[in-house]
């Protein structure tokens, strides 16, 4: 894959959750590309070092990955710590890290919508709350992920639907309250990308063909359609852009 060159990423410390696989990994190797210094956690070993193999063989330059549970707030700090210190300030944090899993609404246990959330918007804020010295110092950039199914309000992860709202007023607030110091937050909002989890768990030919009926653009969405996206929030071609919400999931209505 060639991405565009934005060359003031060269050098800079980016920080991933959930970069292991599918989308995140894109993200890994997006920055990488950029000649940034890249770390990222995930909860997968063999893929996340397989990612790591990739990115070195195409670009010279190796991630550190560091094996983290995002619900594990002291865990996630001590990886961006280890970024620090092998990299310097992180000045891109990209919370990626997110599971949607499905589930209904009566059989839905109070430890289960918790464990949701743990996962899928807690985070957002403390890595947030983690790199926030750093942040401030390099005047960086912060890409949430959200969800287009939070916009079209799609049944079946209600849990998983409303972190991906929450992550929005989150953001918004974090721009606002930041934004005196140079620091940015934006959401990136993702429609249905084909990787290898929901192709293994839910992607069908009619469910499929049913989200490019939906779709403006009929085509399926890549993790690099999403990476282009991130590189763009993250570099200073979107230098006046914060608290906003950039959505890419070729039309979908």
């Not at 919508?113 to 950039?141: E, I, M, Y």
Request: include cysteine; charged fraction near 20%.
């Amino acid at each position: 894959m060639t991405y565009p060159s934005y060359a003031d990423l060269s050098g800079k410390t980016v920080f991933v959750t959930g970069g292991g696989s599918g989308i995140g990994a894109a993200f890994v190797a997006a920055f990488a590309a950029q000649g940034a210094n890249v770390a990222f956690v995930s909860l997968s070993e063999e893929p996340a070092h397989a990612v790591c193999d990739g990115v070195e063989q195409n670009t010279g330059m190796r991630p550190l990955f560091v094996p983290c549970d995002v619900r594990d707030g002291e865990a996630v700090n001590a990886a961006i710590q280890q970024a620090r210190e092998t990299y310097g300030p992180v000045s891109v944090l990209i919370n990626n890290a997110a599971r949607d899993d499905r589930h209904t609404i009566d059989d839905y246990s109070v430890e289960a919508w918790d464990n949701s959330l743990a996962t899928n918007l807690r985070p957002h804020f403390f890595t947030v709350q983690s790199c926030l010295d750093d942040l401030k110092a390099t005047r960086g950039s912060i890409i949430n992920l959200g969800s287009n199914s939070a916009i079209l309000g799609l049944a079946g992860y209600a849990s998983y639907v409303t972190a991906k709202a929450g992550i929005v007023g989150l953001t918004k607030a974090l721009a606002r309250e930041l934004g005196p110091d140079g620091v940015r937050a934006n959401v990136l909002v993702p429609g249905w990308v084909l990787t290898e989890r929901q192709k293994t768990l839910w992607a069908t030919p009619e469910t499929i063909e049913q989200c490019l009926h939906e779709q403006s653009l009929k085509r399926t969405i890549s993790e690099e359609d999403i990476a282009n996206a991130a590189l763009f929030l993250a570099s200073d071609a979107s230098a006046m852009m914060t608290g906003q919400s950039l959505i890419v999931d070729g039309g979908r209505v």
